[in-house]
């Protein structure tokens, strides 16, 4: 298990998550507002004590606040950060009242209010589009080779061969477009579609759930199909190796080393490496045709988990697990949204498990555990990082959007019953709501604060 990162560096990566990203939001609200010819009177990035600020000739207070936990824009017209209208006698000239943002059309109000999670959102498509055009799209037949032990997928009738062309209707035409269907659903029953001689076959899975953790000991409870899907396939050769050198080409389908049968790629280092300098005959299907190769296995020195130098057999193969498929600049856009969709469906999934009791209301939270992992995420690397950052920033843009009074979805709430209205509603029902609000999410900040304070080894989380 990776040891984890510093405090210091805990601290240095959380900030850098979430000040450009509060940034970014809150620069979309005042962008378009000032497009429409609102007036910002104050841009800040924290809440609470001013401890650093300035004024532009606009006039707008430009202030980094003591509470590092997001940050606000208040345009003219607003009594408080949250956007709560001032009173009709606000002593404003007729010119400056027409630069206040109650006093805009209902579309601009609206669109304003939108900018802040729209931006977030595109800056997940951004990245996560800019992933897909520099690393392609990985491409991987949805066949089964093999089950893991106690396979729910095996238990209900799939087989070796079997391609999963379905779960609840939604189509997999690759590897890649299962996790979604699956991982976030433990002990839930599902509708397998899969292909087998030409024929289509429905049948029903109880997902398994499977506890798994990650090097720095984050745990999880998912949802397992108990199907290998490393169908036995030469996808490339590394150093001397043996199989090249005997006539293995890349795509050859390894079908039995020696007397044994090959299903799936895991089984292949299980016959080699106890065989170092071994003569192995290795089959493989090329074209249609049988091909057997006497091959040489090679003898690699490497040190086991128990610190000790051991010699194990090696062919020198690379797995051929589908196939990375160059992306254009608009594929690549239209992967990021796709993507950024359906992480959005499974924060949908996540409230609904949560409401419904399936999942742990523990589950949820908050600053200390976004905190804890940007740390982890920037100790792996750039690509982690960046691949968090756009994690986060597209959960700011779906929480801002709830339509809890306070937040914008809250605005965009008013606006919708102002739109049937035809007349918003009265300033001392927008006040009430909105402090309403408000309590709701210093509650939930609480409760969330409390579940990451307890998942703490101090506490012993």
């Known amino acids: 298990m990776t040891g984890s990162p ?10 850098l998550v979430l000040g450009p990203l509060v940034l970014l939001h809150e620069l979309g609200h005042y962008l378009v507002g000032r497009l429409f010819g609102v007036k910002a009177d104050a841009f800040s990035i924290g809440f609470g004590k ?24 208040q345009f003219a017209g607003d009594m408080n950060p949250a956007s709560a209208p001032s009173p009709a006698e606000d002593g404003l000239t007729p010119q400056e009242r027409s630069r206040t943002f109650h006093v805009k059309p209902l579309w601009q109000r609206a669109l304003i209010v939108l900018a802040g999670p729209a931006t977030n959102f595109l800056l997940c498509v951004a990245i996560l589009g800019a992933f897909a055009y520099v690393n392609g799209r990985l491409v991987a037949e949805p066949e089964i080779a093999n089950f893991t032990e106690n396979s729910p997928a095996q238990a209900a009738g799939m087989a070796i061969g079997d391609r999963i062309t379905a779960i609840d209707g939604n189509r997999t035409e690759s590897v890649t477009d299962i996790p979604e269907h699956v991982v976030y659903y433990a002990g839930k029953t599902v509708s397998v579609a899969v292909e087998r001689d030409g024929r289509t076959l429905i049948l029903p899975v109880k997902l398994a759930p ?13 949802g397992n199909l108990g199907v290998d899907f490393g169908v036995p396939v030469v996808g490339g050769f590394f150093g001397d190796s043996p199989a090249e050198a005997a006539g293995l080409r890349v795509g050859d389908r390894i079908v039995a080393v020696g007397d044994a049968d090959v299903r799936s790629f895991s089984d292949i280092p299980r016959l080699v490496q106890p065989h170092p300098g071994g003569k192995v005959m290795i089959t493989v299907l090329r074209d249609g045709e049988a091909h057997v190769f006497p091959v040489t296995i090679a003898a690699v020195a490497e040190r086991g988990e128990d610190g000790k130098a051991k010699t194990i057999g090696q062919l020198g193969i690379r797995a051929g697990f589908g196939k990375v498929v160059p992306v254009g600049p608009v594929e690549a856009v239209g992967l990021g949204v796709s993507r950024s969709f359906s992480i959005m469906g499974t924060m949908v999934t996540g409230i609904r498990q949560i409401v419904t009791g399936e999942r742990s209301a523990r589950e949820l939270g908050g600053p200390i555990k976004i905190a804890k992992y940007s740390g982890e995420q920037f100790s792996l690397g750039w690509d982690a990082f960046v691949g968090f950052v756009a994690m986060i920033s597209i959960n700011l843009a779906f929480i801002n959007l709830l339509p809890i009074p306070g937040l914008d979805g809250g605005h965009l709430a008013f606006y919708a019953a102002e739109l049937v209205r035809r007349r918003p509603l009265d300033v001392r029902s927008q006040e009430w709501a909105i402090r309403t609000g408000v309590a709701l999410v210093l509650a939930l900040m609480l409760f969330v604060t409390v579940n990451d304070l307890a998942s703490l080894p101090i506490f012993g989380g």
């Open 210 to 222: 499977e506890k798994v953790s990650d090097e720095f000991g984050n745990s999880a409870t998912l």
């Open 50 to 73: 001013e401890i650093a600020g300035w004024t532009d000739r606009r006039g707008t207070r430009w202030r980094i606040s003591a509470l590092p936990l997001g940050g606000y824009v």
């Open 6 to 15: 510093t405090l210091l560096t805990t601290i240095f990566a959380f900030l």
